[in-house]
């Protein structure tokens, strides 16, 4: 069956540091997302990648974070310089055309110490 | 606004008791409809959506909804819970115009007794 796969699946980093989350959607998908759940909350969506850009974000995805699809295969979420209140574990998404389902990733648990 | 409610946080049941977890959304045209669960420190898993159609749907692990437009809402139902079913549940919607984005709600998180 296929899946999102994300990597890594724990990332500890330094307060101020720049970081790169990796998500593979599944190959014939065409809608890629990205949430965030801080530990004991709910999930909340950060934004949504369609067709090379993006194509919807929330008031979370401020000027810090930037999307990316830099090849065929890899969807990127990047965080410019890391805060405390960013750690959170963080999904990846993807859906194809014509279905609303999303199928989620196992998540990166990003801890900033 | 769009939302979802989820109105219990936390519910205990006993192992082999029913269960009915509560979901409710805003808005009025008909979204998509979906329950994940979620174990401690693990992913979302898919139980069941409703597009369209019937409007009881079936899932995974027994688990089964219905949706009822007039009440806006979506609970989710096990006829008898098993102590494997420990974890946190969340209704989540696409609502129309969205992007295929789904809002979640808070969360419900369930304890079984054995």
């Known amino acids: 069956e296929p899946e999102v796969t994300q990597t890594p699946s724990h990332q500890v980093t330094q307060m101020g540091q720049e970081v790169i989350l990796r998500c593979v959607p599944i190959?014939?998908?065409?809608?890629f997302y990205w949430y965030r759940q801080i530990l004991g909350q709910k999930v909340e969506f950060l934004v949504s990648?369609?067709?090379?850009?993006?194509?919807?974000k929330s008031e979370i995805f401020d000027d810090q974070f930037s999307v990316e699809r830099p090849d065929g295969s890899n969807f990127t979420l990047k965080i410019r310089s890391t805060k405390l209140e960013d750690s959170a574990m963080y999904f990846c998404?993807?859906?194809?055309?014509?279905?609303?389902?999303?199928?989620f990733g196992q998540g990166t648990r990003l801890t900033v110490v | 606004a769009q939302s979802v409610t989820q109105p219990d946080i936390h519910i205990t049941v006993s192992e082999g008791a029913s269960l009915e977890l509560r979901c409710n959304y805003s808005?009025?045209?008909?979204?998509?409809l979906f329950w994940y669960v979620q174990s401690p420190g693990q992913g979302l898993q898919l139980l069941l959506k409703y597009f369209s159609g019937d409007t009881l749907v079936q899932g995974i692990k027994g688990f089964e909804a219905e949706f009822k437009r007039s009440q806006s809402s979506f609970n989710l139902r096990k006829p008898s819970v098993h102590w494997s079913d420990a974890a946190e549940y969340f209704c989540a919607v696409v609502f129309s115009g969205g992007y295929n984005k789904l809002i979640f709600g808070a969360g419900t998180r369930l304890a079984v007794h054995p």
């Open positions: 990648f369609y067709n090379n850009e993006i194509s919807e």
């Open positions: 190959s014939n998908h065409l809608y």
């Open positions: 998404a993807s859906t194809g055309t014509g279905n609303t389902e999303a199928f």
């Open positions: 808005y009025g045209a008909t979204p998509y």
